[in-house]
């Protein structure tokens, strides 16, 4: 059995105190709000635990503004081949419930995909959930070890 992360070395490593940062402390307020818009609202929400999530990205994170490192490709270093051109067997997973995306952009995404597959997650949002995560490693390993997937195949 794998023994529990100390976070006291964590502390001592990065000379913090026994406590999150005003920084962390304030992203924790916000954070969870934000979560729960993208959670899609059809599965309950546990604030406390994603707070607690929150705080331990916050203590285990070197650099907050390399959150934000995706939106610093530059366009000439973006692909602007269509998702058509990819070739490498795809697995699209997408929430049910996701507010951002309606489940119609994943089944998109999943058929213009040469032999891609759609994981469709019941009552999922934006994010993955941790209730999913056992789905969604099966449907990994299901999918990374099959040679033959037809286009437009779900993973139901």
Request: aromatic content about 6%; some cysteine.
């Amino acid at each position: 059995m794998r023994q529990p992360y100390d976070l006291r070395h964590t502390y001592a490593t990065f000379g913090l105190r026994a406590g999150l940062s005003a920084f962390g402390r304030r992203l924790g307020d916000r954070v969870p709000g934000r979560l729960r818009a993208l959670a899609g609202g059809r599965r309950p929400f546990d604030e406390a635990a994603v707070r607690e999530l929150v705080r331990r990205d916050v203590v285990r994170a070197h650099n907050f503004a390399a959150t934000q490192n995706h939106n610093l490709i530059s366009d000439e270093e973006q692909s602007h081949e269509p998702v058509s051109s990819i070739i490498a067997p795809t697995l699209v997973i997408h929430g049910t419930a996701d507010p951002m995306f309606p489940l119609e952009h994943g089944q998109a995404l999943a058929e213009e995909i040469p032999g891609a597959r759609l994981l469709p997650l019941e009552g999922g949002g934006h994010g993955i959930e941790q209730a999913d995560w056992d789905t969604i490693a099966r449907a990994i390993l299901e999918h990374t070890t099959q040679t033959d997937a037809g286009p437009g195949d779900s993973c139901r």
